[in-house]
């Protein structure tokens, strides 16, 4: 099992600090960190707290899975690696072969 908990449903409210408090009662917390927009900086509802050992990361699942935080009922798991991305390019090609669609101008 991994050390390192996904945390969801979050309240927009909640700091890191708040879980880092509530998931202490579970054993050391490792870190912690809340998923925020580039943007905006607001949250995004989930966040990740890495536990010391893989027992504490298990008792805290059982203890605040379908919990109350800041009067909302919280998901907590284990958090899944990232996925990686495939290839280098952020988009598939367009279907012209150039970067406008095909419509650039022939000599």
């Known amino acids: 099992m991994n050390k390192k ?3 969801g449903n979050l309240s927009s409210n ?3 600090d708040d879980l880092r408090a509530n998931f202490s009662a ?3 917390v490792l870190s912690v960190s809340i998923i925020k927009d580039r943007l905006t900086g607001l949250s995004k509802g989930f966040g ?3 536990m010391a050992t893989e ?3 298990k008792e805290a699942i059982q203890k605040f899975n379908s ?3 800041d009067e909302k009922t919280i998901i907590v798991s284990e958090a899944r690696p990232k996925k990686e ?3 280098t390019r952020p988009y598939p090609s ?3 072969g150039g970067s406008r669609g095909g419509r650039g101008r022939r000599d």
């Open 26 to 28: 579970a054993g050391k």
């Open 67 to 69: 919990g109350q935080l």
């Open 14 to 16: 909640v700091t890191e």
């Open 5 to 7: 908990l996904y945390i």
């Open 94 to 96: 367009s279907p012209g």
């Open 85 to 87: 991305r495939g290839g």
């Open 55 to 57: 027992d504490e990361a």
């Open 48 to 50: 990740f707290v890495e």
